[in-house]
């Protein structure tokens, strides 16, 4: 299908909504719902405003000869405002403030990893998947002790604290000090000043391929699996407009395209 086509049937559906509405109006005129309004002030204004930390490599960082902000999760909701017929206009911040912006307004969507939990789907809409990832626990090279969930009770971890990732330290007895993302964790790591940081493997892999650091490594993987979605404010209106898109790119082979790209495999379902 074709980017027009999609736009064609987006309309159609919205359309069809709109008349719903309308139907049980005593005055016979379409009412609009606040969720209506937000894909129709997005598409009016032809930007689709997107929260992203800027600092978590391979996803969302700054190309180091360019200084353009770049990643997997950045082309993927390029490709994803595409669909929609309107441009991305990205907004960075750490991502312990990432959905307090979303809930304020600042933003549309977070692209930025978002792992799919029943936490984050009561409090947001979530799309469809589109990244399938692997958790890992990272020690210092030397560490030969922590080898299992087990061992990591009562060890120090470095954590996002409003990551997934921070739950599942916390959950398997770690004492958590909060960071504002890995690369801050690596670092405590290496100095010593913690025993381990918990995250997803495809990140952690790329740390390593691209600064060919051995003072750290995977020192196992946890049996939790993570899907990773786009966050919109609850009953936006913009969800199925938004997976709409995700199940086109799948289709026509564009997350698969986007994923080898930054990772020589299809990671993306």
């Not at 894909?39 to 800027?54: F, P, Y």
């Not at 200084?67 to 490709?79: H, I, M, P, R, S």
Request: hydrophobic share 35%; aromatic share 6%; charged share 25%.
């Amino acid at each position: 299908m074709k980017r027009a086509t999609f736009l064609i049937g987006l309309a159609t559906a919205l359309t069809t909504g709109l008349a719903a509405c309308s139907g049980g109006s005593p005055s016979g005129e379409s009412t609009t719902t606040a969720g209506e309004d937000v894909l129709a002030q997005i598409q009016e204004s032809g930007v689709l405003k997107v929260g992203t930390e800027g600092t978590y490599s391979p996803f969302t960082f700054h190309d180091p000869q360019t200084n353009d902000l770049t990643g997997y999760d950045v082309e993927v909701v390029t490709a994803v405002a595409e669909q929609l017929g309107v441009e991305p206009e990205f907004s960075e911040t750490q991502f312990d403030a990432i959905f307090a912006g979303l809930e304020a307004g600042r933003y549309d969507v977070i692209a930025n990893q978002v792992t799919i939990n029943e936490e984050r789907q009561s409090r947001y809409d979530l799309s469809d998947p589109y990244t399938v990832s692997t958790g890992v626990v990272v020690t210092r090279t030397d560490d030969t002790e922590i080898t299992s969930i087990e061992d990591v009770e009562g060890r120090t971890a470095a954590q996002s604290a409003t990551s997934n990732w921070h739950t599942l330290a916390t959950d398997a007895g770690a004492q958590v000090e909060t960071v504002e993302g890995l690369t801050q964790s690596l670092a405590l790591l290496k100095q010593g000043r913690i025993d381990l940081t918990f995250n997803d493997n495809l990140a952690v892999l790329d740390y390593l391929k691209t600064t060919g650091d051995t003072d750290v490594k995977i020192a196992f993987e946890v049996d939790e699996g993570g899907e990773q979605a786009l966050a919109m404010r609850k009953d936006s209106g913009l969800l199925d407009a938004i997976n709409g898109a995700l199940e086109e790119l799948r289709a026509n082979g564009t997350l698969t395209e986007i994923s080898e790209k930054w990772f020589g495999q299809d990671v993306s379902q």
